[in-house]
């Protein structure tokens, strides 16, 4: 007789498109850890709920996508210090005395940049476009590389202020509006959801030189606008968001499991999949 798997899932709305049951399929496979992870399409008004009633029935994890990231630090019953400052949350782990919230998208960022992809960031002048739940993640991650200066520019300038004042012991970080922005930087994250409507942001196009990396949290099959237009402007490289999408994921299964899957296998086979589409 076999003993029941360990339950884990991804919780979103929608959650359909989602590519995480097919990444922790193959971090399980890989590392020999016998789980069970689902899909669950939360509506908002049922989160709180429904995650209680996940972990009181004995479920181990959940990662916690749109829209539900700002919600998911309600329900933890802690967080760790990255989710605090982040105040968002996208892994809920089940421990002894309750929820435990994390966020690790900005590790998987910088995780992507740094190891997979060789991106300088230490002293480097860096540019974070948007101000929403993604950029909350990943600036104290950015910033605990020690960059120059971290600019974050924002559609609503204000947003881009609040959010930078809230991360000034951290390092030196800016929050402007995009009329403000006119030097080139070494490496422009674009963490705004407009590539999702196939738009581009009004941002001046003086903020890239020839040595210029862009990376867009967003992916898909083709060229996001914002990749287009890097590349149109001469950039060094412009990136799409899947190295990011996967090492947030290694970090999850690592919380979950103690083990840290090889991601390489698993980028490989997603940009597989993506391309024969
Ligand atoms: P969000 O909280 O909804 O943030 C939206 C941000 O985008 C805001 O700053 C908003 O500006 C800006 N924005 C939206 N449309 C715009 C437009 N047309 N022009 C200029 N600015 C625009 O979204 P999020 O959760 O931060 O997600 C952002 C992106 O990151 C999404 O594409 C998501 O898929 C991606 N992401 C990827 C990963 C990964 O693993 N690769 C992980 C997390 C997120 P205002 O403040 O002015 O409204």
Request: aromatic content about 8%; hydrophobic content about 45%; some cysteine.
């Amino acid at each position: 007789m076999g003993t029941a798997l360990d339950q884990y899932g991804v919780a979103g709305h929608p959650v359909g498109h989602s590519l995480s049951p097919f990444i922790h399929g193959m971090f399980a496979r890989e590392t020999g850890q016998r789980i069970s992870y689902r899909l669950y399409d939360v509506p908002p008004a049922e989160f709180h709920q429904r995650v209680r009633a996940f972990f009181a029935q004995g479920g181990r994890g959940l990662n916690v996508t749109l829209p539900h990231k700002i919600a998911a630090v309600e329900v933890a019953h802690e967080l760790t210090p990255r989710a605090a400052y982040a105040a968002a949350v996208n892994t809920l782990a089940a421990r002894p005395d309750g929820i435990l919230g994390d966020n690790t998208d900005g590790a998987g960022l910088v995780r992507d940049l740094c190891d997979n992809l060789g991106v300088a960031i230490t002293r480097r002048r860096v540019l974070v476009i948007g101000a929403g739940g993604a950029s909350r993640g990943i600036l104290g991650p950015l910033l605990g590389l020690a960059p120059e200066v971290l600019v974050i520019a924002n559609r609503t300038p204000q947003r881009a202020q609040a959010l930078a004042a809230q991360f000034t012991e951290l390092g030196v970080v800016r929050g402007v509006g995009f009329a403000e922005l006119d030097q080139p930087f070494d490496l422009i994250v674009n963490a705004t959801s407009a590539s999702l409507a196939g738009e581009l942001p009004p941002f001046p196009p003086t903020v890239i030189g020839p040595q210029t990396v862009c990376y867009d949290l967003a992916y898909g099959r083709s060229a996001t606008a914002f990749i287009e237009w890097a590349n149109l402007q001469g950039c060094m490289r412009a990136l799409q968001g899947w190295g990011m999408l996967v090492e947030q994921a290694a970090e999850s299964f690592r919380l979950w499991r103690g083990i840290r899957p090889d991601t390489a296998q698993v980028l490989a086979a997603l940009k597989e999949r993506s391309e024969s589409a």
